[in-house]
């Protein structure tokens, strides 16, 4: 301390702790900063979770997207999957049918550009990318109709762009289910 300068010995300890609380603050910067470096890269050098990919192009072709697959159907393991296909500016089914009160898998692409769907206000919701397959799975308590918009700007028809979730009782839906065949309702 400079003679010539008096300070006050309340001043002197101002100072010495607002250089602790300085101090505090750049350690936690750091370590938050160190966070994001450290997150980033092991991120980067980490493959994404379950990405399953998809050729686009022969999506109507062969393989798990062809027409009659599309729809819910109960697989041999007891699970309920819905299988859907997203395009310019529609989805495929137009009308998905699902049993209440039952985890439902949904698996679904897109053949042209990025779509997506959210199911009416549930948390079903999902971005729809060509060369990728999304899964979720979810359930829907309430017996009912819900409307299940595309929710990513695919282009000029994109607000037309829309399907609507039918979710019925769940006995009722295993009475129309057929082993190996996908089912889709009519819109009402
Ligand atoms: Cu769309």
Redesign the pocket.
């Known amino acids: 301390m400079n003679g010539a300068v008096h300070h006050s010995p309340g001043a002197e300890a101002a100072e010495r702790a607002e250089r602790r609380w300085a101090w505090v603050v750049a350690a936690i910067i750091f370590v938050l900063i160190a966070m994001m470096v450290w997150t980033g890269l092991h991120w980067a050098a980490m493959p994404p979770s379950r990405v399953e990919v998809i050729d686009p192009r022969t999506l109507h072709i062969s393989g798990e997207f062809v027409e009659d697959n599309l729809g819910t159907r109960v697989e041999a393991d007891g699970r309920v999957v819905v299988r859907l296909v ?1 395009q ?2 529609s989805f495929t089914p137009q009308c998905i049918v699902v049993p209440a009160g039952t985890p439902v898998t949904f698996r679904g692409t897109a053949s042209d ?1 990025i ?2 769907f959210v199911v009416g206000k549930t948390n079903a919701n999902t971005m729809l990318i060509p060369g990728f397959v999304a899964t979720f799975t979810a359930s829907f308590p309430q017996v009912g109709e819900q409307l299940m918009p ?1 929710h ?1 700007y ?1 282009g000029t028809g ?1 607000e037309g ?1 829309w399907a609507r979730v039918q979710v019925i009782d769940k006995l009722d839906f295993m009475q129309q289910a057929q082993p190996g065949r996908s089912m889709s309702c009519v819109p009402r």
């Open positions: 997203a310019q500016y550009a779509h997506g595309c990513e695919c994109h762009m």
